[in-house]
């Protein structure tokens, strides 16, 4: 079955500090890759995609992730975390070849401590 | 916020009443969803549309229907409510360029089935 795993359920952090969150895909073949955020009381936002190029894209509010082809991964960093990045994260894939839909992980709570 | 739009914002309702939800868009995209969102299970696809008339089911399309008579327009009906679709329910359009395709999503409607 077509699947997105997040590693982490829930992550807590003080700020400052560094933030890896984990995202892993089942499928071969070509892929895109999204990361979006859901602030508390709202809509989800798009913080970054991938679809070619360089593994390594740069999104908004200073986060990152890197596609890497041969582990089904695309991890979300960001070198140090603020408060106000308090969110849920999700990690959604599509198959370009196989139509729009999209196939989201089941996110990550991120909590940042002051 | 791709110009979305979705009502009501909030709705409580009691088990076996009809409910419809209204996703309205402002910028003639052709892919519209509904999702349902969920603690644990990130979102899932109800329905989606492909055009004016045209949806297809997604992966929990069970116990509910969908309308697309115009292109800004997509309706989400539960046609008897029951207590398991309490949940959050976002409308998404998706956005193609040359390079790939991306949802953006509406602000949602936390609807409450008693």
């Known amino acids: 079955a077509q699947s997105v795993s997040q590693h982490n359920h829930h992550v807590i952090l003080s700020e400052a500090a560094s933030l890896e969150l984990g995202c892993n895909y089942s499928y071969g073949g070509t892929v895109n890759l999204f990361w979006y955020v859901q602030y508390p009381g709202q809509h989800l936002q798009l913080l970054l995609k991938y679809f070619s190029g360089d593994p390594l894209v740069k999104g908004i509010k200073g986060f990152e992730a890197e596609f890497i082809k041969s582990k089904f991964s695309f991890n979300l960093r960001k070198p140090s975390v603020q408060w106000s990045d308090t969110a849920e994260y999700f990690c959604?894939?599509?198959?370009?070849?196989?139509?729009?839909?999209?196939?989201f992980g089941p996110g990550t709570r991120l909590s940042v401590l002051p | 916020d791709a110009g979305i739009t979705q009502s009501p914002r909030h709705k409580v309702t009691e088990t076996g009443t009809p409910v419809t939800l209204r996703c309205h868009q402002t910028?003639?995209?052709?892919?519209m969803y509904w999702y349902r969102q969920d603690p644990g299970h990130g979102l899932r696809l109800i329905h989606y549309s492909y055009g004016v008339k045209d949806t297809d089911k997604g992966e929990v399309s069970d116990g509910y229907s969908v309308s697309r008579s115009k292109t800004e327009d997509f309706l989400l009906t539960l046609e008897s409510a029951t207590s398991s679709q309490t949940s959050v329910y976002f409308c998404a359009i998706s956005e193609s360029t040359a390079d790939t395709d991306t949802q953006y999503f509406g602000p949602g409607t936390r609807l409450t089935v008693l």
């Open positions: 959604a894939v599509t198959r370009p070849n196989y139509g729009q839909n999209f196939v």
């Open positions: 910028e003639n995209h052709r892919y």
